[in-house]
């Protein structure tokens, strides 16, 4: 199982950002992903799920800004992140839901700051 995060970078604060994840080793159109973020000193946590039936869940601190999406076709994992503010700052990852502990990425750095 492989996870390659990729797309992040530094935005002002409003900015948009489109973040992908390329998937591989499973069966991706089956399982249920999601998009974690880690700030620094702060814990991993949960920002949005797709399901593989396709009803999504965010996180109340992006409601309304972030959209996940998925291709399953290309097993790829998108995360649309519209009006950045700057503690949306953090690395980002994606990963199946439940997660795979022993397969995290690299993750992608996303930096909101003017």
């Known amino acids: 199982v492989q996870f390659v995060e990729s797309g992040g970078g530094l935005v002002q604060p409003g900015g948009s950002l489109r973040l992908s994840c390329a998937a591989s080793?499973?069966?991706?159109?089956?399982?249920?992903m999601g998009w974690f973020r880690q700030a620094p000193g702060k814990q991993r946590q949960l920002v949005a799920r797709?399901?593989?039936?396709?009803?999504?869940n965010y996180a109340d601190s992006v409601k309304g800004r972030f959209t996940i999406s998925r291709d399953n076709a290309k097993n790829t994992l998108y995360l649309q992140m519209n009006s950045l503010k700057p503690e949306d700052t953090a690395v980002y990852y994606c990963?199946?839901?439940?997660?795979?502990?022993?397969?995290w990425g690299q993750g992608t750095q996303v930096t909101v700051s003017s």
């Open positions: 990963n199946t839901d439940p997660i795979q502990e022993d397969s």
């Open positions: 797709s399901t593989s039936t396709g009803p999504t």
């Open positions: 080793g499973f069966m991706f159109r089956i399982y249920a």
